[in-house]
């Protein structure tokens, strides 16, 4: 059995959740070089099984610090996949990125995935960050991640939109002033931003 199919027959095992998935990208991760590592993602990348995808998906976010196809590879086209748990794993991967790289050094890259025309890639920062203040740099610096999040306020995803709306939620568990004061200038008239600003607002009352 070749080493594709013996991992594809291992992460298929998983039905809920992605911790054992996540564990198997560690392992490869470790016993593997980076470039053996990246061919294995992108082979098991190609399979209609979406645990094997999925795990690409880990390996790809383990890589993507040092990797810029595999970076580009989360982007273009792992953004594409129309499975929840590979969409939910490119968040996972974006999140690990900015770790690896570090948050405050993310800041452009997270601006432009921020404003990019694909839903998905927009929602792998707004939920992959979260808790947003829970991460270094914007722990010490909350109002940049609120300012931020509000610019997808009245985004056209209503995924996105709650996304952000939840994520602006979290953050006022510690910084309610902070939320109230941004949340203040939004135009509730806008549906969109109205939907995005009950879920901000949670916790405020």
Not at 75 to 78: I, L, P, T
Not at 87 to 115: H, M, N, P, R
């Given at each position: ?73 989360l982007?273009?086209?792992?953004s ?6 590979v ?37 792998a ?81």
């Open positions: 059995m070749d080493t594709i199919q013996s991992l594809v027959q291992r992460v298929q095992k998983t039905e809920h959740g992605f911790m054992d998935i996540q564990n198997a990208s560690e392992e490869i991760f470790a016993g593997h070089s980076s470039a053996e590592t990246l061919r294995l993602a992108k082979e098991l990348f190609e399979s209609d099984v979406h645990q094997a995808r999925v795990l690409a998906v880990f390996l790809f976010g383990k890589l993507a610090a040092n990797s810029k196809e595999s970076f580009m590879l982007r273009q086209r792992v594409l996949d129309k499975d929840w748990r969409q939910e794993t490119l968040a996972k991967a974006f999140d690990g990125y900015c770790k690896d790289s570090g948050y405050e050094k993310s800041l452009l890259v997270i601006e432009d995935w921020l404003s990019d025309e694909n839903p998905n890639v927009r929602r920062v707004t939920e992959g960050l979260r808790i947003w203040t829970g991460r270094d740099y914007f722990r010490e610096h909350p109002e940049v991640a609120i300012k931020l999040l509000s610019r997808l306020k009245a985004d056209e995803s209503e995924y996105v939109r709650k996304s952000v709306g939840n994520a602006l939620r979290d953050i006022s568990r510690k910084n309610k002033d902070l939320i109230r004061k941004e949340l203040q200038g939004w135009d509730v008239s806008d549906k969109h931003i109205q939907q995005t600003y009950k879920l901000a607002a949670k916790f405020l009352k």
